[in-house]
C-alpha cells in the first residue's frame, strides 16, 4: 500500500506541475484539444497505456 501512495503522489506532482508553472499554455492546449479528432487522441492514449504497462513491469522485474 506504501508504494500506491508514493506513486500517487508522484503522479499528483507531475500532473500539477505545468498548472503551476505554465497556467496559461495549460488553457490554450485544453482550447486545442477541443478541436483535436478522436482517432488520434485514442492512439495517443493507448501509447500511453502500453507504455505505462510496459515500464511497471521492467520496474518489477527488474
Do not use: C, H, N, T
Not at 482550447?31 to 515500464?55: F, H, T, Y
Amino acid at each position: 500500500m506504501d508504494i500506491v501512495l508514493a506513486v500517487l503522489g508522484a503522479l499528483l506532482i507531475i500532473e500539477g506541475l505545468p498548472y503551476l508553472a505554465f497556467p496559461s499554455k495549460v488553457r490554450q492546449w485544453a482550447a486545442a484539444l477541443q478541436e483535436a479528432q478522436d482517432s488520434p487522441m485514442r492512439v495517443i492514449g493507448l501509447v500511453a497505456v502500453i507504455s505505462g504497462l510496459l515500464l511497471l513491469v521492467v520496474v518489477r522485474v527488474f
